[in-house]
């Protein structure tokens, strides 16, 4: 039994990030809000999903490092199956 083993991190080892816009390396936790069309929706009725990110705590940015795959794919590549 080791419960200590996932907390053990080198910081050494690990290198901050910071805003691409600002250069700060704070962060705040925001939501980004999508909505599920009704007609994809199970229910029949428009939902509303949040996805927790991290945006700049000084100029509001979110780095695309942060944003979730699908997002970033949605932005650049037009979905296809
Ligand atoms: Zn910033």
């Known amino acids: 039994m080791n419960n200590q083993q996932q907390m053990n991190i080198d910081f ?7 805003c691409d816009k ?8 925001v939501f980004k809000m999508r909505s599920l069309s009704p007609l ?20 509001g940015h979110v780095n695309d490092t942060f944003l979730p795959k699908d997002d970033r794919d ?5 979905k296809e199956d």
């Open 12 to 18: 050494s080892q690990t290198t901050a990030e910071v």
């Open 74 to 78: 949605m932005k650049f590549t037009p």
């Open 40 to 59: 994809l929706s199970p229910t029949g009725e428009k939902g509303i999903i949040p996805i927790n990110l991290f945006a700049c705590a000084k100029c």
């Open 22 to 29: 600002c250069g700060n390396d704070t962060f705040s936790e």
